[in-house]
């Protein structure tokens, strides 16, 4: 691992930027016809991929048979790296990543998480029973792929967006397979304490119910609503599938609003979990009551320039997203947010109460990401409690939320040397 340069690294991240802008997409009728979560289609097109990854399934894994991208495939005995992706991406979303990481000597393994993709055993129903999104199901769904490839254990777990706290807990559920952990663009809240020594402690009343935060925003002047709440809804697959403007412009408008490329993404620590501070936030995260998500993302789609201007999400990428997402929907990732909305797999996350991450843990997120501050003091619990071996905290200059994508090269050097500080 030791015998590449980190010169060396970053051209090849720098690499593959060149290639990606350049790539041609197959977009058959093959692929074009092909509807539905639970169609399994072929393997990516070799000119979907930088080279060097490439993609492929492997089968019965909690159920699921999953869709991967892999790189450092070709000689083994590898450490290995399990990355998991958030919402609205895909293992794809790790692309400009994953040859840097390879190159420095790691076999890098990346799903199409459980309701995403073309990983298919999931369903995307509305009305389908939730119970195998639960978050500590995709612990077993990752350690069911670490499995299927040969390791006992992987040198570390990488997780972006909702992909955080999904590595977030497999550090916490199984230190002994996944030895460190890094977290990206939202901060992992570990479950609390159990009340303690309480057998013995006068009776108290039942305390008063707080303020409900999701009533205070739609009392507000200006009325609003947490987008999180707003993805539990049976109405949001169907306002961002079949978004007016198209899915193309919904997902080209949804990643520019988010990066840092929208100039209005100045963000900064709230002073507590309020309707008022809360409001203080883009319309992607406290968006306006009456509006969905696709017309809340369509006033600020990018004038051409600016597409023209995107490297780090060419057209000929975006279409990667545009196939993908227009054959199986969104509801396979909603289903994630309607698990924590309903509270759904809490009473099991309890069974690990109190228990902190020890492996070494690292925080990257975009300078311009507001997901760093959604939810106050989040960021500083982690760091000083949750995480007892945090080795740094990065905000990329240049990056909002799309970190991994927006600022590659100075993310894959961050992990490499974090990788390097534990050995």
Sequence with gaps: MKDFSRRRFIKGVAAV?????????VTSGAFAQATGPGVELPSYPAAWLPAGIRSRYVNNINGLRVHVLEAGF??????ALLLLHGFPELAYSWRNIMPALAQAGYHVIVPDVRGFGRTTGWSADYNTDLAPFRSLNKVRDALGLVNAFGYKSV???IGHDAGSPLAGWCALARPD????????????GAPGDLPFNTANAPSQSTPAISGDIYADLAALPRPRKHYQRYYTTAEANANMWQATQGIRDFIRAYYHFKSADWKGNQPFPLAARTATEWAKMPEYYIMDRDKGMAETVAAFMPTAAEIAANKWLTESELQVYVEEYGRTGFQGGLNGYRMGGFGAGVAEQELYAGRKIDQPSLFISGASDWGTYQNPGSLERMRDDTCTDMRAVH?????????????????????????DSIG
Excluded at 74 to 79: K, T, V, Y
Excluded at 177 to 188: D, E, I, L, N
């Design 177 to 188: 397979v996944f030895r460190s952990v890094v977290m990206m663009s939202a901060p992992f």
């Design 74 to 79: 070709e000689s083994a005995n590898r450490p």
């Design 155 to 157: 040198a570390g777990v």
């Design 395 to 419: 905000l990329v200059p240049g990056a909002g939320h799309w970190v991994q994508q927006e600022q590659a090269a100075v993310t894959a050097t961050h992990i490499l040397d974090f990788l």
């Design 17 to 25: 930027a060149a290639f990606s802008a350049t790539a041609k997409l």
